[in-house]
């Protein structure tokens, strides 16, 4: 029988709305993961992450929240991003998980490197809704 994830720490919630709140992020992010016993390395792939999906935030959507979790999932133990906002919403996410993939007129490089800096990674979004990118780091 499958073990249920489990939430280890009170979870940390950043709002984000503007450039100084994802650096905030960023750093709840790498504490967290620092907490939990990543390495120093996975702790900045984490922060990358996190600041890849709060950039996303401030540019598409303006407003949101970012929330970083420890997890604990059989013997496993791990940290769940969870970014949120109201914004427009991705038309086709598929596409936007395209490495090049822009339309900011950027590099295309966020969702697409949050998927490679991560272990799991679900994105949903309803046009006119707003999008909640899920992702997940576990410990090695």
Do not use: C
Request: net charge positive.
């Amino acid at each position: 029988m499958p073990h249920e994830e489990a939430v280890l720490v009170q979870e940390e919630r950043v709002a984000i709305l503007s450039d100084s709140d994802v650096v905030r992020a960023r750093q709840v992010g790498r504490t967290l993961a620092a907490t939990i016993g990543f390495s120093a390395t996975d702790q900045a792939l984490i922060a990358t992450a996190i600041s890849e999906l709060a950039r996303n935030i401030v540019l598409y959507a303006r407003s949101g929240e970012v929330r970083v979790d420890a997890l604990s999932n059989g013997g496993r133990r791990g940290l769940i991003v969870v970014a949120r906002d109201d914004g427009p919403g991705i038309p086709d996410i598929e596409r936007a998980l395209e490495p090049g993939f822009s339309t900011s007129g950027g590099l295309g490089l966020g969702l697409p490197g949050v998927r490679r800096l991560m272990d799991e990674l679900k994105v949903e979004s309803k046009r006119g809704r707003g999008t909640t990118v899920t992702a997940r780091k576990w410990l090695r």
